[in-house]
């Protein structure tokens, strides 16, 4: 059967929702409060790390008011195969990453451009576990602090003794013959 041209505007309709329809993905934050959240978002969208891809452009718009961040991102990088010449590789991202209101503090990340769904799911991906380790570095700082204030009574550290006259030097000088 020979497809006319009126039926392939359908199908590529249909096609274009599908490579956009599934553009947005949610995490949620429990333990965590509104404006740690939010820090988060901005620091994770303004500091972007990447293993793979140099990073071209990054900009990023904040309001804070609306809860949303608008990223413009361009990556690199040279792939280099074995026998092959280098493949220079460019991506433009465009994300809106929208913080809901809601108990706990829950953000959808998407794209605000038609993307094969499991490409803006590794970016998804990425973003939100770049987001928990800085949620996670803010709260091993809160433990630390209150672990300094422990008074060596409480821990299980043994104090030298005042007594003792040979040094590191003394102790190792002595296991040689």
Same mark, same amino acid.
């Given at each position: 059967?020979?497809?006319?041209?009126?039926?392939?505007?359908?199908?590529?309709?249909?096609?274009?929702?599908?490579? *956009? *329809?599934?553009?947005?993905?949610?995490?949620?934050f429990p333990g965590h409060s509104d404006p740690e959240v939010w820090n988060a978002m901005v620091?994770?969208?303004?500091?972007?790390?990447?293993?793979?891809?140099?990073? =071209?452009?990054?900009?990023?718009?904040?309001? &804070?008011?609306? *809860?949303?961040?608008?990223?413009?991102?361009?990556? &690199? &990088?040279?792939?280099?195969?074995?026998g092959t010449n280098p493949v220079r590789q460019e991506e433009d991202? &465009? =994300?809106?990453?929208? =913080?809901?209101?809601?108990?706990?503090?829950?953000?959808? =990340? *998407?794209?605000?451009?038609?993307a094969v769904p499991a490409h803006l799911w590794r970016e998804s991906d990425r973003y939100f576990a770049d987001m928990r380790s800085v949620l996670e570095v803010a709260g091993v700082e809160t433990e630390a602090s209150t672990e300094d204030t422990t008074s060596p009574a409480e821990s299980n550290v043994v104090e030298p003794s005042k007594q003792a006259d040979e040094t590191l030097s003394d102790l190792l000088d002595a296991d040689r013959p």
């Open positions: 059967m020979r497809l006319r041209p009126p039926a392939l505007v359908p199908l590529a309709a249909l096609a274009l929702v599908l490579l *956009g *329809g599934c553009s947005s993905r949610t995490a949620t620091t994770v969208a303004e500091n972007p790390e990447y293993d793979d891809w140099h990073v =071209f452009e990054n900009e990023v718009m904040t309001d &804070r008011p609306a *809860g949303r961040i608008e990223i413009y991102r361009i990556l &690199r &990088r040279d792939l280099v195969r074995p991202w &465009r =994300f809106q990453v929208q =913080f809901l209101h809601t108990d706990p503090p829950t953000i959808r =990340f *998407g794209a605000r451009q038609a």
